[in-house]
């Protein structure tokens, strides 16, 4: 079930869920139906000749054949007018079409289409989900694609965090870098700081960040020579490469998860060189849809006084340890990453959750005392149809040195939020917020590209920190049968999940 799952496209995620995709297409007359043209606003094309255009601060319109809107005139101070025949134009960035239209013209013609998302996923359940926010887009000179979602649980101030993240589909145009920014479910986004790391490497090495920050360089990574579940079943198909293919639960009819067992116990062997005191654990994975929504989940059985509980938790009150620890313990949104040492089992790292659409990677170091002989052993328990695993690797080696170029944002377009300066909102961590809300607004991020010395290569690291709000307006009551064994029961709210997973 998990291949099926997890090979599928966002397109209902996306069409039906109040998310905002975009997508691009190659623009001919006959590919957009007339009818279909009052709902598609323009934000940017490029032209024949290779020239990128951007309508900064009000989409553009397809009128007839020819693409109309304004953009920022010579002075940079103003706004002109401007009009683009179909026939100069080679691509178009579209927002997306109302649902329906959008999804039966999508289906009928998918050759025409590139979906931002870049897969497309089949999301059972998601109803039930909370997806983490915002939403960032990379541009490559033909189209932005989603490359990250930070933030993963940060429900409040008090779980702000920053997260680092390798940007894959972004690509130096005309000098410079662009991301786009966009709340895209019904919350608010809340940025304190958002830069970029330009790290200059010599080929053949790969940059990954760690948790903190800290650049590590992966120059011979190992995957694992056996992978098994609690009941002996093989999961090097799943995790052994960085493919996109993720393991979540076993193929259909062979569920290891029981009513007595909502935690799976994955066990990962690595080979070893005997005097190793140290290895760079690569993790390529994060939540599964049903997983990112475990915490609005939860809060649903406070029923009409959520609001007040999720307000306690903003405001770092009882309800907030409370939360944050259970979650941890119960290995809801961060794993132990277990070694197994001359003492037994012992936790030498914490992985944290992440996004479904986008699962980030990132190097975890741990230590190897006590570790003997030549394997090395990793354990995971995650709760059942919480996670997913696409890769996981080790690397012996010792960290290179890197050449590393802070980016700080150069420029910002589309903002209208609070009237602030939203470049001066993202330049430090200082807890003031550029804050996107509602549902559909965005920002235009220009960084500058330094020179890239001869014989090097790139990697783009994004490190931006903030916290959103989730929407609580149940009026039941609350369900504290439910809450109180969950309070009083260890492992109970791991077994409710499971039963619900399944319920549902």
Known sequence: ?????????????????????????????????????AYIKVLGVVTTEGKWIEFEFEPGSIIVNTIKGEVVDESGKGLKRISIPLSEVKRVWLKKFSP???LWSNLLVP????????????????AFSDPFCPFIYSFDGNAYTLDAEPFPGAIGPGFQKTEWTVLRHLSEVNRQYRLLVVNEVDKADYLDHLQLLAVDHPPQVRVIPGLSGALHTITQPVAPVRAYDREGRDLLPYVSKDDGLSWQLAEEGSSPVTAGEPKMELVFTFPKPPDAAGAKVIFKGGNTFWGAGIIKRYLDLYGKQGPAVLAEIKNQGPAFTKIKNMFSNEEFLSLQLQVNTAAGWETRGIIAGGSPLVPGTHVYPVDLEGVVGDTLEIKLTPPAASWMIDYIAVDYSLDLPVKVTGLPVLKTTGYKGNGKNAKELLGEKDNHYLKLSPMGTSIHLIFNSPPLDPG?????????????????????????????????????????????????
């Open 1 to 37: 079930m998990a291949r099926k799952l997890v090979a599928l496209a966002t397109l209902i995620f996306f069409t039906f869920f109040s998310c905002r995709s975009y997508i691009t297409r190659v623009v001919k007359t006959e590919d957009i139906p007339p009818d279909e043209r």
């Open 100 to 102: 329906l239209k959008f």
């Open 111 to 126: 050759a025409s289409v590139v979906f931002v998302s870049g897969v497309i996923i089949l999301v059972i359940g998601f």
């Open 456 to 504: 090097m290569e790139r990697t783009i690291i994004l490190g931006t920190g903030g916290y959103y709000d989730i929407q609580l307006e149940s009026n039941d009551e609350p369900q504290y049968e439910i809450l109180n064994r969950i309070y009083f029961e260890p492992e109970f709210m791991l077994q409710y999940e499971l039963n619900e997973y399944f319920r549902r």
